[in-house]
């Protein structure tokens, strides 16, 4: 409001500041990192721009940079693999948690997303709710326990599912894949955040036989499929 202009470096640096704050005065906090998850619906040039400062945080700040992901409506934005060379071209160390496949599509772009995620070694897969019509990137999802990110209630809220017992999730807890329950944007529809998504997972998705074992697993999932490193996995 006063006309001062923040970079990048500048906000993730107020947002680590904040997190350390917030530890400070609640010590039993397990903890906090930044993906760093700019517009997808860009030029190769902004892309680049988007690696470099990618670079720099994980440069900064290596202990609260969590890695990398391009965010946006994917039907109105470009797939992944209009990034393939310039995303190849970001450092190992650099982890991809690429949102891919919140279609209700079947071979589109956007639900073709899900295949290019796999290939440049997606961490996690943010949505994936087109991934119950693609069998062969399930296969290679389990084969390599990547993570899938559910989040009920913003399909729901979205229309990609009217009645959460339809959810393709339904499918995944079946089948013992890799699931964690996320919250998407839950300000925007006044959730608590994983609250009552847990809830709607539990209630609206899960088996009717589902019981304490079933959240205690999802819970677990949080832990094993988070950007925590094997000392901080320790401490928890």
Sequence with gaps: MDGTSYTEMDTAAIY???FERFRKD????IGSKLIYAPIRNVDNQTINKYIEIAIELKARYPDFFAGFDLVGQEDL?????????PLLSMPKDIN???????????GQSTDENLLDAVL???KRIGHGYALYKHPSVLDVIKERNIAIEVNPISNQVLLLVADTRNHPCSYLFANDYPVVISSDDPSFWKAKPLSHDFYIAFLGIANSHADIRMLKQLALNSIIHSAMNGAEREWL
């Design 26 to 29: 609640y010590p039993d906090f």
């Design 16 to 18: 680590k500041r904040t």
């Design 96 to 106: 991809f948690y690429f949102h891919a496949g919140e279609t209700n599509w079947n």
């Design 120 to 122: 440049l070694g997606t």
């Design 77 to 85: 934005g470009r797939p992944l693999i209009d990034f393939v060379e």
